[in-house]
């Protein structure tokens, strides 16, 4: 693997794929028992595989703001998306996100978002020369002609697209937006080669671990599950979207289903990210590119209890996600045990795979998260601060009123144990006092001065249906 000496001065081809939702226990590359994800397993044996990779947030808007800045949520301050919010939804002036940051390095730069939080409503767009909106409103067009004539009809009728995406249409539902967002950064990738001279940043967010589920039939029978009839996926989707909306609990049965669903929905998006891998490859450098894939977050389907307290956000299954990252130079597989914070992929990027993530655990010895709850709703409400402090063995969490808990780390896709070790506690919660002390530091603020948001119909008809509002 390349020192900082030798590549500090290169511009890889990037690719950064954030793969929404993804939990690691539903990866065979971590231990799951069926084949979700064959195209990931065959990149992960020739990459760096991080068994302990830590999101800043556990949803998407502040996680992906953090791997944008190198931020903490507290320090960009985006942490929250109500309705009527005047808070932070966007990124404070001063910051440069990342595709900003590359784009001054000389990259082309090109983003395709299968996510309404990941594109302008959050500005996370800024710095990318072409830019696909999760309801395929071309938001930034850089000319580089990887829009058909029928594309730009859909992007001027985005608004009824996005309306046509609700669940009762589900024929029209992810796949026909993820095909299309995969389909077109395809295309940019041959686009580049007018572009000898400009390294390529390619980023994508794809949702199909994110419910609703609507996999095609074919995965179903790719892992031998069981092929749902033509009712059955409205039915699940819809008593899903009620325990996500905690209005209803999931049965042990359902739960099972549930799953089925999302290992069906995890190698569908497998297969088209295998298409994109290949289209990558065979366009650059591939021995030289810097691969990043990883989640944002993961995703709690019915291990706890989702009014429990500490919050199930907090938790493993929602915070401890896949990373896969290939750098420079790099032909064979490893893994690693350290802990390491997703908002580390800002400087790892920009740096051109320079210093690897681990070289920087020794900075932090424990990964630290922060929820600010509740996420998201029609009406701003009180919100309550949580912070984890995240090891290898251990977790400590902690709430602004003092409420204070230690967990046993019993491995990916357990439920974690409640822990008395005082010793371990009062450590790491000394810790988590000099970690919070650095934090003051950072750009933004409470003061941050923030512009009211509009939603449009379209995008909060889809937040509806992501179980954000």
Known sequence: MPTMSESSSRRPPVLF???DSMRTDRLALYGHDRSTTPNLDRLAERATVYENAVAPASWTLPSHSSMFTGLTPSEHGVTNGFLDTTGALRLPDGTTPLAAALRDRGYRTAGFSNNPWVGQLSG??????EFLEWNLEIGRDGGTDIHTRRDRLYSRGH??????ARQPLFLLKRRFFTSNLVDRAIRWLGATDEYPDAPSFTFLNLMEAHSPYFPPKSAFRELDLPV???VEPRLLN????????EKTALTEERR?????????SLRYQDRKVGDLLAAFEARVDFDDALIVVCSDHGKTLGEYDRDGTPPHYLRDINVNVPLIVKYPGQSEGRRVDDPVELRRLYDLVRTGGARPLEADAGIDEYALVEEFVPHTGREDTEVVRWRALVGQDYKYIRNEDGDSFLVERTGVGQRERPCDASEVKQELATDLDARVADLSTGPATEDQSQTEQEFGSDVEAQLEDLGYL
Not at 124 to 129: Q, S, V
Not at 256 to 264: G, K, N, T
Request: no cysteine; hydrophobic share 45%; proline share 6%.
């Open 238 to 245: 819809t008593r899903l979207l009620a325990y996500v909306m």
């Open 124 to 129: 996370l767009d800024t710095g990318f020369d």
């Open 228 to 230: 749902p009839g033509p």
């Open 159 to 164: 608004s009824l697209l996005g309306h046509a």
């Open 17 to 19: 794929l954030v793969l």
């Open 256 to 264: 099972e289903r549930v799953l089925e669903y999302y290992d069906a």
